[in-house]
Protein backbone atom coordinates (compact mmCIF):
# COMPACT_ATOMS: atom_id res chain seq x y z
CA UNK A 1 0.00 0.00 0.00
CA UNK A 2 1.65 3.52 -0.51
CA UNK A 3 1.64 5.85 2.21
CA UNK A 4 1.60 9.75 2.08
CA UNK A 5 2.77 11.38 -0.89
CA UNK A 6 3.60 14.93 -1.06
CA UNK A 7 4.83 16.76 -4.38
CA UNK A 8 7.08 18.87 -4.91
CA UNK A 9 9.96 17.88 -2.34
CA UNK A 10 11.57 21.12 -2.58
CA UNK A 11 10.96 24.52 -3.20
CA UNK A 12 12.93 27.42 -3.52
CA UNK A 13 10.49 30.39 -4.58
CA UNK A 14 11.27 34.55 -4.30
CA UNK A 15 8.89 36.60 -1.54
CA UNK A 16 5.87 37.58 -3.51
CA UNK A 17 5.74 34.00 -5.53
CA UNK A 18 2.73 31.96 -5.18
CA UNK A 19 3.77 27.95 -4.48
CA UNK A 20 1.35 25.16 -4.46
CA UNK A 21 1.88 22.41 -2.45
CA UNK A 22 0.20 18.88 -3.00
CA UNK A 23 -0.71 15.92 -0.98
CA UNK A 24 -1.82 12.48 -1.56
CA UNK A 25 -3.51 10.28 1.15
CA UNK A 26 -3.53 6.90 1.42
CA UNK A 27 -6.20 5.57 -0.60
CA UNK A 28 -9.70 5.80 1.62
CA UNK A 29 -8.48 7.93 3.97
CA UNK A 30 -10.91 10.24 5.24
CA UNK A 31 -8.98 12.52 7.20
CA UNK A 32 -6.49 14.82 5.50
CA UNK A 33 -3.91 16.98 8.28
CA UNK A 34 -1.53 19.67 7.15
CA UNK A 35 1.29 21.05 9.03
CA UNK A 36 4.34 22.91 9.15
CA UNK A 37 7.59 23.13 10.89
CA UNK A 38 9.32 26.23 10.72
CA UNK A 39 13.51 25.26 11.62
CA UNK A 40 13.98 24.58 14.61
CA UNK A 41 10.57 24.95 15.99
CA UNK A 42 7.68 22.39 16.84
CA UNK A 43 5.12 21.28 14.20
CA UNK A 44 2.22 22.93 14.39
CA UNK A 45 -1.37 21.73 13.35
CA UNK A 46 -2.79 23.65 10.30
CA UNK A 47 -5.98 22.44 9.47
CA UNK A 48 -7.94 19.33 9.09
CA UNK A 49 -10.26 17.57 6.20
CA UNK A 50 -12.54 15.37 6.46
CA UNK A 51 -13.07 14.46 3.25
CA UNK A 52 -13.50 17.56 0.82
CA UNK A 53 -14.33 19.78 3.99
CA UNK A 54 -12.73 21.60 6.54
CA UNK A 55 -13.03 20.25 9.88
CA UNK A 56 -11.06 22.82 11.15
CA UNK A 57 -8.86 25.69 9.81
CA UNK A 58 -7.48 27.14 13.38
CA UNK A 59 -4.05 26.77 12.75
CA UNK A 60 -4.00 28.32 9.37
CA UNK A 61 -1.27 31.16 9.69
CA UNK A 62 -3.33 34.33 7.21
CA UNK A 63 -5.12 34.39 4.63
CA UNK A 64 -2.27 33.89 2.08
CA UNK A 65 -2.93 30.11 3.05
CA UNK A 66 -5.50 28.39 0.84
CA UNK A 67 -6.60 24.71 1.27
CA UNK A 68 -8.35 22.52 -0.61
CA UNK A 69 -9.36 18.94 -1.35
CA UNK A 70 -12.16 19.08 -4.57
CA UNK A 71 -12.91 15.12 -3.99
CA UNK A 72 -12.35 14.53 -0.95
CA UNK A 73 -8.92 13.12 -2.45
CA UNK A 74 -5.64 14.86 -2.52
CA UNK A 75 -5.51 18.08 -1.67
CA UNK A 76 -3.39 21.56 -2.42
CA UNK A 77 -1.83 23.98 -0.10
CA UNK A 78 -1.84 27.42 -1.88
CA UNK A 79 0.74 30.37 -0.24
CA UNK A 80 0.03 33.78 -2.30
CA UNK A 81 1.83 36.06 -1.93
CA UNK A 82 4.68 33.77 -0.40
CA UNK A 83 6.66 35.88 2.49
CA UNK A 84 10.08 35.02 4.18
CA UNK A 85 8.30 33.79 7.26
CA UNK A 86 6.46 30.92 4.98
CA UNK A 87 9.78 29.14 4.67
CA UNK A 88 9.58 25.61 6.72
CA UNK A 89 8.83 22.10 6.08
CA UNK A 90 5.14 21.31 5.53
CA UNK A 91 3.96 17.75 6.35
CA UNK A 92 0.64 16.04 5.41
CA UNK A 93 -1.00 13.31 7.01
CA UNK A 94 -3.96 11.13 6.69
CA UNK A 95 -5.72 9.21 8.89
CA UNK A 96 -7.93 6.19 8.27
CA UNK A 97 -11.02 6.40 10.69
CA UNK A 98 -14.25 8.49 10.43
CA UNK A 99 -13.87 9.46 13.93
CA UNK A 100 -9.99 10.52 13.41
CA UNK A 101 -8.08 9.41 16.61
CA UNK A 102 -4.73 10.74 17.53
CA UNK A 103 -2.50 7.77 17.17
CA UNK A 104 -4.00 6.67 13.22
CA UNK A 105 -2.36 9.68 11.24
CA UNK A 106 0.41 8.54 8.89
CA UNK A 107 2.84 11.84 7.87
CA UNK A 108 4.35 12.35 4.27
CA UNK A 109 7.94 13.38 3.35
CA UNK A 110 7.19 16.72 3.30
CA UNK A 111 7.83 19.64 0.99
CA UNK A 112 10.87 22.11 2.21
CA UNK A 113 9.81 25.31 1.08
CA UNK A 114 12.45 27.94 0.81
CA UNK A 115 11.29 31.54 0.37
CA UNK A 116 13.85 34.26 -0.50
CA UNK B 1 -2.46 27.25 24.02
CA UNK B 2 -0.62 24.03 25.23
CA UNK B 3 2.75 23.38 24.54
CA UNK B 4 5.21 20.70 25.06
CA UNK B 5 8.82 20.99 26.11
CA UNK B 6 11.34 18.71 25.62
CA UNK B 7 14.43 17.96 26.59
CA UNK B 8 17.12 17.89 26.19
CA UNK B 9 17.23 19.86 22.24
CA UNK B 10 19.80 17.57 21.06
CA UNK B 11 22.59 14.83 22.04
CA UNK B 12 25.52 13.05 20.85
CA UNK B 13 26.08 10.00 22.05
CA UNK B 14 28.25 6.93 21.80
CA UNK B 15 26.89 3.57 19.72
CA UNK B 16 25.75 1.45 22.32
CA UNK B 17 24.68 4.05 25.32
CA UNK B 18 21.55 4.28 26.51
CA UNK B 19 19.45 7.40 25.76
CA UNK B 20 16.85 9.27 27.80
CA UNK B 21 14.28 11.92 26.91
CA UNK B 22 11.39 13.62 28.08
CA UNK B 23 8.49 15.91 27.67
CA UNK B 24 7.05 18.19 29.91
CA UNK B 25 3.87 20.43 29.48
CA UNK B 26 2.20 22.96 32.00
CA UNK B 27 -1.24 21.17 31.41
CA UNK B 28 -2.45 17.71 31.24
CA UNK B 29 -2.40 15.74 28.40
CA UNK B 30 -4.79 12.45 27.92
CA UNK B 31 -2.55 10.84 25.27
CA UNK B 32 0.95 10.69 24.82
CA UNK B 33 2.67 10.07 21.13
CA UNK B 34 6.24 9.53 20.56
CA UNK B 35 7.28 10.08 16.91
CA UNK B 36 10.79 9.60 14.73
CA UNK B 37 11.59 11.70 12.09
CA UNK B 38 14.13 10.40 10.15
CA UNK B 39 16.11 12.94 7.60
CA UNK B 40 14.13 13.25 4.73
CA UNK B 41 11.62 11.67 6.23
CA UNK B 42 7.99 12.40 7.79
CA UNK B 43 7.41 11.33 10.99
CA UNK B 44 6.78 7.60 12.13
CA UNK B 45 5.15 6.61 15.26
CA UNK B 46 6.75 4.91 17.76
CA UNK B 47 5.37 4.42 20.89
CA UNK B 48 1.44 5.52 22.04
CA UNK B 49 0.26 6.17 25.86
CA UNK B 50 -3.24 6.61 26.82
CA UNK B 51 -3.05 5.88 31.03
CA UNK B 52 -1.10 7.76 33.40
CA UNK B 53 1.60 5.70 35.04
CA UNK B 54 2.03 3.75 31.38
CA UNK B 55 5.20 1.99 30.33
CA UNK B 56 5.29 0.10 27.18
CA UNK B 57 8.04 -0.71 24.93
CA UNK B 58 8.56 -1.19 21.71
CA UNK B 59 11.86 -2.77 20.75
CA UNK B 60 15.05 -0.99 22.72
CA UNK B 61 11.94 1.78 22.85
CA UNK B 62 10.48 2.37 25.95
CA UNK B 63 8.23 5.13 27.72
CA UNK B 64 6.21 6.18 30.06
CA UNK B 65 3.32 8.83 30.55
CA UNK B 66 3.56 10.54 33.77
CA UNK B 67 1.55 10.31 36.74
CA UNK B 68 0.58 13.77 36.47
CA UNK B 69 -0.58 13.64 33.13
CA UNK B 70 2.25 16.40 32.37
CA UNK B 71 4.81 14.39 31.32
CA UNK B 72 6.23 11.86 29.13
CA UNK B 73 9.96 10.11 29.04
CA UNK B 74 11.76 8.23 25.91
CA UNK B 75 14.37 5.78 26.53
CA UNK B 76 16.74 4.12 24.05
CA UNK B 77 18.40 1.10 25.45
CA UNK B 78 21.96 0.68 23.59
CA UNK B 79 21.91 2.92 20.68
CA UNK B 80 23.07 1.97 17.17
CA UNK B 81 23.72 4.14 13.99
CA UNK B 82 20.11 4.07 12.93
CA UNK B 83 18.45 5.53 15.88
CA UNK B 84 19.55 8.87 14.55
CA UNK B 85 17.10 11.45 13.36
CA UNK B 86 14.88 13.76 15.44
CA UNK B 87 12.44 12.62 18.35
CA UNK B 88 8.99 14.51 18.75
CA UNK B 89 6.45 14.11 21.55
CA UNK B 90 2.37 14.93 20.94
CA UNK B 91 -0.20 14.84 22.12
CA UNK B 92 -3.81 16.04 21.19
CA UNK B 93 -4.98 19.15 22.59
CA UNK B 94 -7.34 19.24 25.44
CA UNK B 95 -11.23 20.82 24.66
CA UNK B 96 -11.18 22.20 21.61
CA UNK B 97 -9.76 21.35 17.77
CA UNK B 98 -10.81 18.41 15.64
CA UNK B 99 -10.54 15.30 16.94
CA UNK B 100 -7.29 14.17 15.84
CA UNK B 101 -4.92 17.32 15.31
CA UNK B 102 -1.83 17.06 17.54
CA UNK B 103 0.80 19.32 19.62
CA UNK B 104 3.94 18.37 19.25
CA UNK B 105 7.35 19.53 21.16
CA UNK B 106 10.57 21.11 19.47
CA UNK B 107 11.79 17.60 19.18
CA UNK B 108 15.18 16.21 20.24
CA UNK B 109 17.77 15.48 17.76
CA UNK B 110 19.84 12.46 18.05
CA UNK B 111 23.47 11.97 16.79
CA UNK B 112 25.08 8.44 17.22
CA UNK B 113 28.71 7.82 16.85
CA UNK B 114 30.18 4.71 15.78
Redesign the interface.
Known amino acids: EAG ?1 TQFP ?1 HSVIEKGQTVTLRCDPISGHD ?1 L ?1 W ?1 RRVM ?6 LL ?1 FVKESK ?2 E ?2 MPNNRFLAERTGGTYSTLKVQPAELEDSGVY ?1 C ?1 S ?1 PYR ?7 Y ?4 TRLTVL | GQQLNQNPQSMFIQEGEDVSMNCTSSSIFNTWLWYKQDPGEGPVLLIALYKAGELTSNGRLTAQFGITRKDSFLNISASIPSDVGIYFCAGPPRGGGSQGNLIFGKGTKLSVKP
Open positions: VSNYYGKEIKFHQDSGFASRAAADTQFGPG
